[in-house]
């Protein structure tokens, strides 16, 4: 159930829109603008969490996926928060080596082809007989 929702949220995150489970990440000016996302499950009166950055074009990375243990209320304990923080700055960082913007490069024409081809395939579908 918990994989499930995760997924459909991230499914939406990659078409542009935004699921009712996920919510703006707030705690650090790092997460500011929705860039990053937190996406909430409760399964068996547990809480799972997932975070997700959108920040990038070519893709929806997932920063963080835990249990919430802590016993302090709703907040996301400090230490998940830094370790959030330095996957998305490591993020950064890659992406900005040349070798990098080549695969980011090539990913982005590979997804522009698949959309060309499930554009053209959704157009044959309408078309009448």
Do not use: C, H
Request: hydrophobic letters at 40%.
């Amino acid at each position: 159930m918990v994989k499930r929702q995760f997924g459909y949220a991230l499914w939406l995150a990659q078409l542009g829109g935004k699921a009712p489970a996920a919510k703006p990440l707030g705690g650090n000016k790092e997460f500011r603008g929705a860039r990053v996302l937190e996406i909430v499950a409760d399964f068996d009166s547990d809480t799972y969490r997932a975070v997700s950055t959108v920040e990038f074009e070519e893709a929806v990375y997932v920063v963080d996926a835990f249990q919430k243990k802590s016993k302090k209320g709703i907040a996301t304990p400090q230490k998940d928060i830094d370790r959030m923080v330095e996957r998305i700055k490591a993020l950064r960082i890659e992406r900005q080596e040349p070798d990098k913007k080549a695969a980011i490069a090539q990913l982005n024409a590979r997804r522009a082809l698949r959309q060309q081809a499930i554009d053209e395939k959704r157009k044959k579908q309408k078309e009448p007989k």
